[in-house]
């Protein structure tokens, strides 16, 4: 098999959430008006809030991978004879849903097998918030778009590095749910090409690895259209997963930032306790 780094991607991102940050104001006469114990209460919340805020300051984020499939055949979805048994050159990929929104993406792999050299591949990153389509939200808003992307003879796997376009970009941060597709363009019957089935989920480095699970179906284009999508599944004896990696900055506490907490809580407590 084959490795394949996608190099100079064309990127198409979503433009961040804004967060607005709002400020109280108490008076000095209305602050006088406070009686002693709310006085200590308000100076242990606020003891007990710098120290959360600086555990979440504190927390380590690993980079990890946080979906991956564990087939190892070759067996792949061709371009078909039509739209209702193959791609047609149409992009169709899993849907992956992760248990939180907020994991911050820092590169994924897929294999693909083609029996020539040569036509282009194109990676696109959907939120899965479109139209309801056979009950399920369809692929709407195109998070990552990667175009032109070379294709190589036989089995390959190809690569995508986030980390050195996060600068120019910004951190993407994946939805809940999402849907990762590939098209390939030059394909046909004497020239097939296609996504490798990648068989059932893996677990391993739970609860905090490999946390995003896929349905026995997948996304699939049937026409230009912005709303042209298809749920599909394989007659195959493989789960109908493709074969690729996401990959993802996890965050996870340090034991450091919870001792600053417990810590936060005693002594607030003993400030109550010396005023009295």
Do not use: C
């Not at 804004?18 to 006085?39: D, E, F, M, P």
């Not at 490798?196 to 049937?222: C, M, R, Y």
């Amino acid at each position: 098999m084959k490795r394949q780094n996608i190099l100079k991607p064309h990127l198409t991102l979503s433009s961040p959430l804004g967060i607005t940050v709002s400020k109280g104001r108490v008076t000095k006469r209305a602050l006088l008006r406070l009686n002693y114990n709310h006085y200590l209460t308000m100076i242990q919340r606020s003891i007990i809030a710098a120290a959360a805020a600086l555990a979440l300051a504190t927390s380590s984020a690993f980079a990890g991978t946080i979906y991956s499939t564990t087939g190892t055949g070759t067996e792949f979805y061709g371009v078909g004879t039509s739209i209702a048994n193959g791609h047609r050159g149409y992009e169709y990929g899993d849907q992956i849903v992760l248990p939180s929104e907020g994991y911050s993406f820092t590169g994924m792999t897929f294999d693909y097998y083609s029996a020539s050299l040569g036509g282009s591949m194109n990676l696109n990153i959907y939120a899965n918030d479109g139209a309801l389509i056979s009950g399920a939200a369809s692929p709407g808003t195109k998070l990552l778009s990667i175009p032109g992307i070379g294709i190589s003879s036989g089995v390959n796997t190809a690569t995508f590095d986030y980390a050195p376009y996060v600068a120019q970009f910004g951190a993407l941060k994946l939805p809940k749910n999402f849907t990762v597709t590939v098209s390939f363009s030059g394909a046909t019957a004497a020239a097939d090409k296609g996504l490798i089935l990648g068989g059932i989920e893996s677990t391993v480095g739970q609860p905090h690895l490999n946390v995003g699970q896929s349905g026995a179906d997948f996304w699939q284009k049937t026409g230009p259209g912005s709303g042209d999508w298809a749920l599909r599944a394989l007659n195959s004896a493989q789960e109908p997963n493709f074969k690729m990696t996401v990959s993802a900055n996890v965050p996870e506490p340090t034991t450091v930032a919870l001792g600053v907490v417990g810590a936060a809580f005693l002594g607030a407590s003993a400030l109550r306790r010396n005023r009295r």
